[in-house]
T-cell receptor, first 112, second 112 residues
Framework: SQQGEEDPQALSIQEGENATMNCSYKTSINNLQWYRQNSGRGLVHLILIRSNEREKHSGRLRVTLDTSKKSSSLLITASRAADTASYFCATAPGGGADGLTFGKGTHLIIQP | GAGVSQSPSNKVTEKGKDVELRCDPISGHTALYWYRQSLGQGLEFLIYFQGNSAPDKSGLPSDRFSAERTGGSVSTLTIQRTQQEDSAVYLC??????????FGDGTRLSIL
């Protein structure tokens, strides 16, 4: 079953603009992860934020986590055509080696 | 080093047939996961192996699905008496000691 929802389901922006995607989840978590999936490929891990963290950066990525609202956001700054992909948030109940529960994803299209 | 390898990359079979999907995890990874990705259900966790422990089968959708992991390495996911609703992309992932999961590119299964 799906842990929660990402919104928007689809997002189309111009190259160079920033893209923001949101994720909500239902259960308590140990950490939350974001993954990217290019068409026809597997998922690639982008960033992990722990439940005691509020914000984390990695290159052009910025993730926030609000455990009181059970929500997270992923910001991609200065978007590039290569960022075109689907983005998923994922959680695991125990946070360790458990199977992940994914949201439905946001399909991001970067217009050149 | 090599990533997670899945075979076949595509499989077309007739309803009622059995299929076997194979996953070669990253060498040294202790945990192995199977997920299913379909348009209707999104990404679903199926089963998880950790070392020599009994697998967590909580996500398997029916008793037609089974999986094994031989020698703590290669895993096969078997679907017996396939149904059209089994059509999906089956993704395998591996991780080391509860760290980030690394995904293969999946097997696209089509049931005619």
């Amino acid at each position: 079953s799906q842990q929660g929802e990402e919104d928007p389901q689809a997002l189309s922006i111009q190259e160079g603009e920033n893209a923001t995607m949101n994720c909500s989840y239902k259960t308590s978590i140990n950490n939350l992860q974001w993954y990217r999936q290019n068409s026809g490929r597997g998922l690639v891990h982008l960033i992990l934020i722990r439940s005691n963290e509020r914000e984390k950066h990695s290159g052009r990525l910025r993730v926030t986590l609000d455990t009181s609202k059970k929500s997270s956001s992923l910001l991609i700054t200065a978007s590039r055509a290569a960022d075109t992909a689907s983005y998923f948030c994922a959680t695991a109940p125990g946070g360790g080696a458990d199977g992940l529960t994914f949201g439905k994803g946001t399909h991001l299209i970067i217009q050149p | 080093g090599a990533g997670v390898s899945q075979s076949p990359s595509n499989k077309v079979t007739e309803k009622g047939k059995d299929v076997e999907l194979r996953c070669d995890p990253i060498s040294g990874h202790t945990a192995l996961y199977w997920y299913r990705q379909s348009l209707g259900q999104g990404l679903e966790f199926l089963i998880y192996f950790q070392g020599n422990s009994a697998p967590d089968k909580s996500g398997l959708p029916s008793d037609r699905f089974s999986a094994e992991r031989t020698g703590g390495s290669v895993s096969t996911l078997t679907i017996q008496r396939t149904q059209q609703e089994d059509s999906a992309v089956y993704l395998c992932a591996s991780s080391f000691e509860g760290q980030v999961q690394h995904f293969g590119d999946g097997t696209r299964l089509s049931i005619l």
